[in-house]
């Protein structure tokens, strides 16, 4: 719900408000200005007409510092505060602005050229003019009706009488009276993605950036905020270069924007025309838990094609670590009659299909069956599909070798400066795609392969970070990224409309582009190439703090794991969108027999694991040697949790847990999951008060595995099931 009135503008959700003060004065320094306060961001308050008590943005003359200026929700370059400005707007030469408030209303809508968030709710928008070079701003704040999680964008409208040029555009400004801010990221590399980092700021900037042309693992743009002991959950529904920036100035002024970020960023806006930014969610919370919870849920209901947000998600075997590069179609073949034995139910084809791409040095663009190899796509696909089950194939369009028959043919569609040999990393360029002949081109392409070979899946990946920035559709290469993702978004939105069946799944040499842009077309990410279960439970838990377990690829492997069992392989990718990736044609009896169990608990618990609430429990066990994560029916009536030994060989540890979300007054069976490599199971019946409340002692668990390679060098884990009987 959202009032305005002359004075405020009142914007409440379920539980929270977001209340800003309109403010006009003929004397800001001399000078008038109006604009919105930001007066208060919390739990729901009553409406009332006089809020003029909280802040007083006195205005008195002070020659060069901000401790005047209240808190804000937008703010220009050059208006006198010393703080980063959320945007730059630069006409004839000229980059100062002030931007004035003229009105707020509701609206029915909104256009953008970008993904916004689904199912909105009221959408209100306070307009704003440039006194400097009339540029006019349109700021908009949505509601859901079923979530707390606000929505906001802007957008530049060219109002002048010539040509503007957009410098700096951010999504989101929230300032707050408070001289710290902890801010938690969620940073990493190939391999190592999303792993939390803490940062304290007591004065000056702090800033996440990725200029990689991709989201990137090097920082990803969901972020939490800690102020005033409240917590603030921050990201873009975006897949680009994306930038989040805390200053804490000396006069106890918090300022937190997020937006794209504006390296390589000069964007032409022509007289008439608009220039959108990416849509920002936010959200503010007393807990980090309450945080996640609610970013899952916004995920599911606002992002996340509804075709799919609540889909049973298959349980497949992708070939990649089982072959890599060699195959035929018979070898896919047997895996997959192998792996349909074991009641895995899709079978994915990973790189190598195409042209003749028999290693990674080749062929990126020529997106045609090898017949020679696969014995025919189609003929392939139409096999696994009588044996009962889906077909799924990789692809990386997005990407062009310089050694492929599309190149050879189009060598201007690769992004490279004229003249210069661009930069090549894994043998491959990248497409340029801010070119609207080589997304037409794209679109079609693969619309047609995907129909002709009969996909139920597709795997996008995108191995390399962009260099050489250049478009030969453009005259201004300042516009290059934006045009790119504009484009991207048309592109990914007619693909998906054209092959409504189809389950899309993002991968970014691993998980380099995990993000709600990606999540909007695809509702599914790979989670990292790193499949160790060791380090993955580092890598899914920073990628669960703000992505629901349905979104994040995790598969068994046989290649990337240290010394854990099968067991505990299973324990820790069962709680995302699972899969097995290796060759199954080599499995021992004993193998096969264990994967077919584990295949047959995951699908009979599958709803709970992939769409419950999930909590992580006690601190990640790096710090604690004991760790795990939970998840929990929205009944409470079930859940499962999976909890980790990695305390070695240390016999001093005391391995206890605090369990989850569940209900205190109900009384439940706990039983651990048959595993192969332990005799004993765990079963025991529990209210769920002490469960919650208590200290549940399981003793040194990791001594009773059997089959630990080498005892000191990995983990164990137990997965257990918690049933309500009374
Ligand atoms: C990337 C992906 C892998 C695999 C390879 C194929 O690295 O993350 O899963 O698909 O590409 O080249």
Known sequence: MIKITNDYIKIDSKNNTLLLGIFKTDNYYGAAHSWATLLYYGKKINDSKDYSFIIKPEIYMASNDDSAIAPRVMSSTGDCANRESFLTVCKDGVFTNRFNFVSAKIVDGFTSPLPTARNKGETVCLTYVDAYTNTTLNQYYTVFDDSDVLATHVEVVNTTDGDIYVDKLSSLQLDFVADEAEVVTYDGAWSAERNRHDTLIKSGKYVSESILGISSATHNPFVMLKVNGKVIGLNLIWSGNHKELVEVSPYKKVRVLTGMSDYGLYYKVSKGDKFVSPEAIFLVESSEEAITLEMHKFSLNHIVNPDFAYKDRPVLINNWEGTYFDFTGDKIYDIAKKAHDCGIEMMVLDDGWFGDRNDDRRALGDW???????????????????????????????????????????PEWAQAVPNVEPISRRWQLCIDLANPEVKDFLTDKLIKLFKDVNVDYVKWDHNRSMSDIYSHALKNQGEYFYNYYVNQTDMLDKITKACPNVLFESCSSGGCRFDLGMQYFMPQNWGSDNTDAYHRIFIQEGTLAGYPQSSMGAHVSSYWHSNSSIESRFNIASIGAFGYEFDITKSTKKELSVIKKQVAYYKKHRKLLQYGNYYRLGETSLKTNQGGFMVVSEDKSEAIAVIIDDTQNNEFNKLSYRFKGLDADALYKVTSRPQSNVKKQIEFTAYGDILVNGEVNFGKFAQLETDRADFRGSFASRMLYFKKIN
């Open 368 to 410: 045609d069956d090898n017949v020679t190899k696969t014995g025919g796509l189609r003929n392939l696909s139409d096999k696994i599909h009588a044996l009962g089950m889906k077909f799924g194939l990789w692809v990386e369009p997005e990407m062009i070798c310089a050694d492929s028959e599309l190149f050879r043919k189009h």
